[in-house]
């Protein structure tokens, strides 16, 4: 019996369109994308940070760039 296995679940990252799965990505509590680990963490440090409560804020929104809003369709 694995323990850890892949999520079966995927969804494509609104910053560079590419599946991920779910639980290794997330979404931006500022601008509300939902975005693959490279585009919402950008690095270890800031997964580090998470684990620990920080909020989860894109790079691009830490950045002091505005998104565009996902589009609802």
């Not at 910053?15 to 509300?32: H, L, M, Q, S």
């Not at 919402?40 to 580090?48: A, D, M, P």
Request: glycine letters at 8%.
């Amino acid at each position: 019996m694995p323990i850890f296995q892949k999520s079966i679940f995927n969804t494509e990252c609104d910053e560079c369109g590419v599946p991920f799965a779910v639980n290794t990505g997330g979404v931006c509590t500022k601008c509300r994308r939902i975005l693959c680990s490279k585009h919402l963490h950008g690095s270890l440090v800031i997964k580090l940070l998470l684990a620990f409560g920080a909020s989860s804020i894109c790079v691009r929104c830490r950045a002091g760039e505005s998104p565009a809003p996902p589009s609802t369709n």
